[in-house]
RNA sequence: GCAGUUGGACGGCUUGUCGCUGACCCUUCGGGGGAAGAGGAAAGUCCGGGCAACACAGGGCAUCCCACUUGUUAAUGGCAAGCAAUCCGCGAGGGUUGAGCAGUGGAGAAGAAAAUAACCGCCCCUCCCCCCUUUUCGGGUGGUGGGGUAAGGGUGAGAAGGUGAGGCAAGAGCUCACCAGCCGUGUGGUGACACACGGGCUGUCCGCCUUGGGAGUUGUAAGGUCAUGUAAACCGGCGCUAUGAGGGUAGCCCGCCCAAGCCGGAGGGUAGACCGCUAGAGCCACACGGUGACGGGUGGCGCAGAUAAAUGACAGGCACCUUUCCCUCAUACGGAGAGGCACAGAACCCGGCUUAUAGGCCGACUGCUUUC
């Protein structure tokens, strides 16, 4: 288990293959919870379809901030925010036999302070965490 | 000192904690260390080039782009220095426009009339009526008919070159002077043009068109290597050694070339890695040539390469700006607090253009004011 435990955020991490975020838009695995002004749409997979056991991406779209700048910030703070985060989830995939991918989807038109969304990360992530291992016990 | 014109350069610095990409180095192959890491516009994608793939005997037509001159450059529709007309500003300066004395067409409304001008007006002649004067000659008002006239009228972007004088029945480049335009000659300039002399006598705007110059297409998702999968499979149509199906030759035509397969349907696979990918018309400094854009020369430097897309997040300090308060004669010096600190993120690489931009800095010049 490479990256559990510290704060780090590397490549392995984040979702860079056309096939999975295919998937996890289009297939019929995915959920999704929204904490505003945040989106996550998440789906478990096999371990062994993936680098680590949990993986990211970060969506901002377009037609919410025109100047990239704006983009790259919120972004940036996202990524930031999950990065310092990640273990509320991380501590409950460790042992699971199942990897998941994970989608931040922005939805709002204004940028929000880097305060106020490591407080959303840290309630969207405890969900999933909760859900998680509701399907743990069950199976 | 104040106001302004114009050109140029900058557009933060720093500490701590936690991260991202990562040349390269070490490795017991698990990993560890780690140089370096956004912009003047990286933006819009509006021009031009490099590079790449494909295409390319030749000719005609069509299409598109450019249009004062000379220069500059790899190249441009850029840039520099100029030319002409016109507009704005007291000025330094700034804006707009710019091939064509061939042909052809159009110009609403307004106005009499928009280009072989006569509505009103002005002038002459014939005739008629009336009046005045009267010996007659003559004069006047009005009207019919004929003719001359572009000075005046209002309209318009534009009214038959403009102003003045002469001339005339009244007028008119009819004549003359000056001015604008055009043509010819001469002189100067590489040239756009300028000046001088002479000549004739001259509308404005917009099209088509003409002339000269130029243009192969597609863009790094180009293009290449490897990996994965496989299918030289199946169905339908046309053709099968040519009297040739079909294809290429940028859109069409001629011509030329290739040619044994071609077209359609249904279906299958991959959408991952590496190269391209950063040494380039490169950046900096110094003199030199040139009014300048720029050029060649010498020396130095090694300067982002991500790919669901790194170059950051947070906390503090400094600087800068605005503002409030305290001290003070003071808007000076000093101190305290609050707020602000632009526009904006590389995506193959360059040269331009355009647009966005808080704030201050430097040079040159102009006007006003003060002092000497």
Redesign the pocket.
Known sequence: M?TTG??????AE??????V??QLFEGGGSKSISVFPLRVVYMPVGRDEVEAPVSI???VPKRHFK???KR??V???LR?AY??HKHILLDTMANGENALVLAFIWLDKELH???ELMDKMKKILSRIAEKMQQQQQQS
């Open positions: 490479p510290t704060a780090t955020l590397c490549k984040r979702q860079h293959r056309r096939g975020i295919g991406l970060v969506s100047r990239a700048v790259n910030r972004k940036r703070q930031e990065r310092l302070t880097t305060e």
